[in-house]
C-alpha cells in the first residue's frame, strides 16, 4: 500500500486525506499546531483511520512515496526540499485534485486581487446555465472535496492563489484568468519577478487565456508573453492589447466581445471599476465555455456581491457602512477607496504586509476625511500619514472601539462612508478577514438597534 504525509490540518489538507484514503492509501496527517478544534478533527479522522499528529514537525522518511502541502506550508520549508530531495513526490491539494478531476474541465483563476470576485461570479454564471461547475481553491472550498465527491462537475472554477501554483507542476486548466499583478506576499516569494513567475506558470501550461489588460503590469510585462490571448479593458476597444477580434470591452455601457454585445455593465450590482473588469473576465470565460449571452445577462443581474469585498452594510444617520475587509494589502485597499463615494472615514490597520503604499495613501489625501487604526500596524501607519502631513487620525486599537469612535466622528465631519478597508492581514486580532469582517457587520448593525 503506497503511504502518504499530508501537511497542515485545515480544510485542504483534511479534504486531500480524505481523498487519498478513499483511494486505497496509508494516510497521515500532521499539524505543527494543537488546540482543541485540532484534537476533536483528530479524532474524527483517526475513526476513519487516518493518522494524525498534532504538534508535530514533519520530517521526511524514506517510507512515503507522496507527500501533500497545504497552501498556508512555505514550499521552500527545508523539510520539503530533503523530502524532494530523496525522491519523494511532494506536490499541493490542488494538483491532488486536478489528478482526480482530469475528467471534468478547468477554469483557473489567479491574480493579486479580483479572484474571488471573478471566480465567484463566473461560477454563478455556469449556475444559471445550468452546467454543473463548482467554486473552489483559495475561495475556502477545497479543491480536493470536489474530487470526493459521487459525480465530478462538468467545470472545476478553480480561485489559485500563487502559494498552490508553486506546489502544482502539472496543472493545465482548459481556460486560465490573470486578474491583477502588484507586490504581495514578497515576504514569502521573495521578488517580484519570481512572484510574476509562478504566476506565469500557471497560463504557461493553460489551453486558452484571458488578462486583465487594465492592469499595467501585466501590459508591460505580459503582452508579449501570450499574444494570442482574450485581453479586456474597461476602457474601450481602442485600449486593447493584442488581437481586436479577442478583445472583451465595455463600450457605451455594454460589454462587448465576440462580435456581439453581451451585457449592460449597469445589471452589475457591485461598485467600482475594478469589478467591472472582473465582470469582463467572467463573461469572457462564460463565453469560451460555449455559454449563451441571454444566460450571461441573468446571472449578472442576480448576482449580489461577494462578503467582505465592498459589501453594503448599512446605512446609520444618513452614512453607508461598507466592509472591505478582504482588502488585506495596500493595492486592495486603494481599489476600495477608489470605489465609494468621498468624502470617506476610514478603518485600517491589522497585522501589516509588505508592499508600495503610494496609491493608498494618495487615495486618503484626495478622498478620506479622517482615518482609524487598529491592529499591530497602527503605529506605523500612523508614521505614513504624518510624511503626507495627515493629521486626522486616531489610534484606537480594536475595532469595536472603532465603529462607535467612527460613528460618531462621521457625523461630525458629514462623511459620506465608513469604510473598513485594512491594507493589512487579520492574523494579529482574528482568525482571518472573515472574521474580521464579521465582527465589523455585527458591530456596524448594532449601531441603529442602539438608536431605536
Not at 479522522?45 to 497552501?71: A, H, R, W
Not at 461547475?133 to 462537475?153: D, H, K, M, R, V
Request: some cysteine; charged content about 25%; glycine content about 6%.
Amino acid at each position: 500500500m503506497s503511504k502518504a504525509h499530508i501537511i497542515g490540518l485545515g480544510k485542504s489538507g483534511v479534504a486531500a486525506a480524505r481523498l487519498l484514503k478513499e483511494k486505497d492509501w496509508e494516510v497521515e496527517l500532521s499539524d505543527n499546531k494543537t488546540s482543541d478544534s485540532l484534537q476533536q478533527k483528530e479524532q474524527q479522522l483517526t475513526q476513519e483511520g487516518i493518522t494524525v499528529k498534532l504538534d508535530y514537525s514533519f520530517e521526511p522518511e524514506t517510507s512515503l512515496d507522496l507527500v501533500v502541502v497545504s497552501p498556508g506550508v512555505p514550499w521552500d520549508l527545508s523539510a520539503l526540499q530533503r523530502s524532494r530531495e530523496i525522491g519523494i513526490e511532494t506536490i499541493g491539494e490542488m494538483e491532488l485534485a486536478w489528478r482526480y478531476l482530469k475528467s471534468s474541465s478547468w477554469v483557473g483563476i489567479t491574480g493579486t486581487n479580483g479572484k474571488t470576485t471573478t471566480t465567484t461570479l463566473t461560477a454563478a454564471i455556469f449556475k444559471t446555465a445550468k452546467l454543473s461547475g463548482s467554486a473552489c481553491g483559495n475561495i475556502g472550498y477545497a479543491a480536493c472535496e470536489l474530487a470526493l465527491q459521487e459525480t465530478p462537475p462538468d467545470w472545476v472554477i478553480a480561485e489559485i492563489s500563487s502559494y498552490q501554483i508553486e506546489s502544482s507542476n502539472t496543472l493545465s486548466p482548459q481556460i486560465a484568468v490573470w486578474t491583477t499583478f502588484t507586490a504581495d506576499h514578497l515576504s514569502r516569494h521573495y521578488d517580484l519577478e519570481n512572484y510574476f513567475n509562478i504566476k506565469a506558470d500557471l497560463l504557461n501550461r493553460s489551453e486558452k487565456k484571458i488578462i486583465n489588460g487594465d492592469d499595467y503590469y501585466l501590459r508591460q510585462h505580459a503582452a508579449h508573453l501570450w499574444e494570442n490571448s482574450y485581453w479586456t479593458s474597461i476602457h474601450g476597444k481602442d485600449n486593447l492589447v493584442g488581437d481586436v477580434t479577442k478583445g472583451i470591452y465595455i463600450e457605451d455601457g455594454w460589454v462587448v466581445g465576440f462580435g456581439e454585445k453581451i451585457v449592460s455593465v449597469e445589471s452589475l450590482q457591485m461598485l467600482g471599476s475594478h469589478n467591472q473588469q472582473n465582470l469582463l473576465m467572467a463573461v469572457a470565460v462564460a463565453k469560451l465555455a460555449g455559454i449563451e449571452k441571454e444566460v450571461i445577462a441573468e446571472a449578472v443581474r442576480n448576482f449580489p456581491g461577494i462578503p467582505h469585498r465592498l459589501e453594503y452594510i448599512c446605512r446609520w444617520n444618513g452614512v453607508d457602512f461598507f466592509n472591505d475587509s478582504k482588502a488585506t494589502n495596500y493595492d486592495a485597499a486603494a481599489v476600495g477607496l477608489r470605489a465609494v463615494p468621498a468624502p470617506v472615514l476610514l478603518i485600517a490597520g491589522g497585522e501589516s504586509k509588505e508592499g508600495n503604499d503610494n496609491d493608498w495613501l494618495r487615495q486618503i489625501k484626495e478622498k478620506v476625511i479622517f482615518v482609524l487604526l487598529i491592529g499591530n500596524a497602527a503605529e506605523s501607519l500612523a508614521k505614513r500619514l504624518q510624511k503626507i502631513n495627515f493629521r486626522n487620525y486616531e489610534i484606537v486599537e480594536n475595532m469595536q472601539r472603532a465603529v462607535i469612535r467612527g460613528a460618531a466622528l462621521s457625523t461630525r465631519y458629514d462623511a459620506k462612508v465608513v469604510l473598513l478597508s485594512p491594507a493589512c492581514a487579520s492574523f494579529d486580532q482574528y482568525k482571518n478577514f472573515e472574521e474580521r469582517g464579521n465582527n465589523f457587520r455585527k458591530l456596524s448593525l448594532a449601531l441603529n438597534h442602539k438608536k431605536k
